[in-house]
């Protein structure tokens, strides 16, 4: 049950230049996209979020967008640094009956950003 | 900055050993999550944990396992009777209801191990 997925393992950007990553999803049922950024042998940590109600986000260096009709949103880095490699995680969410459910979680995008 | 924490960071057992993982949430926060991540695969839920009661499980989170609020602070995922598939990464998370966009703290995570 793929309902979130991101289809690039991984990606290699030089240093100063924009990093994209890819977020797909099935279920249009989700109000709330989430990336997080995961080194090894440590937890995910939060980076950016989006609500559906929205089509961007930004933070910094950090942009999520999201287009709902085609069920897909992208972060981006710009400019990107050595320090922003690791695995990033898409996630997606709903809430009912006012709590925040369950996380669901992409495979993950292993980014190498090279001095 | 608060942080969720967990212990032990590296757990390791024999098959049909009964472990428990521990985590202390962030302490304003009132939902309580366990996730798991098997070696290479993706961050999978597991449970959520709300008013001292499950919310909601997933097919992984069979009798094998329990959750458990012992008290103010403690919030405990306990595997009965070890299986070697058990071994992964355990992810405690929290988040407090109505902030942002749903997004849920991750503690550094339990390695568990089982032979």
């Known amino acids: 049950d793929q309902q979130v997925k991101q289809n690039s393992p991984s990606l290699s950007v030089q240093e100063g230049r924009i990093s994209i990553l890819n977020c797909d999803y099935t279920?249009?049922?989700?109000?709330?996209f989430l990336w997080y950024k995961k080194y090894p042998a440590e937890g995910p940590t939060f980076l950016i979020s989006?609500?559906?109600?929205?089509d961007k986000n930004e933070d910094g260096r950090f942009t999520v967008f999201l287009n709902k009709s085609a069920k897909h949103l992208s972060l981006h880095i710009v400019p990107s640094q050595p320090g922003d490699s690791a695995v990033y995680f898409c996630?997606?969410?709903?809430?009912?009956?006012?709590?925040?459910?369950?996380?669901?979680f992409g495979t993950g995008t292993l980014l190498a950003v090279q001095p | 900055e608060p942080e969720v924490t967990q212990t032990p960071s590296h757990q390791v057992t024999q098959m049909g050993q009964e472990v428990i993982l521990r985590c202390v949430p962030i302490?304003?926060?009132?939902?309580f999550y366990w996730y798991r991540q098997i070696l290479g695969q993706k961050v999978e839920f597991l449970v959520s944990?709300?008013?001292?009661?499950?919310?909601?499980k997933s097919e992984i989170f069979d009798d094998q396992f329990s959750v458990e609020r012992p008290d103010g602070s403690n919030f405990t995922l306990k595997i009965r009777s070890t299986k070697l598939e058990d071994s992964a990464m355990y992810f405690c998370?929290?988040?407090?209801?109505?902030?942002?966009?749903?997004?849920?703290?991750f503690g550094p995570g339990t390695r568990l191990t089982v032979l």
């Open positions: 996630a997606a969410s709903s809430r009912y009956g006012g709590a925040t459910n369950k996380l669901i």
């Open positions: 279920n249009s049922m989700f109000d709330y």
């Open positions: 989006i609500s559906s109600i929205k």
């Open positions: 302490s304003n926060h009132l939902y």
């Open positions: 944990f709300y008013n001292n009661e499950i919310s909601e």
């Open positions: 998370a929290s988040n407090h209801p109505g902030t942002g966009d749903g997004e849920q703290f």
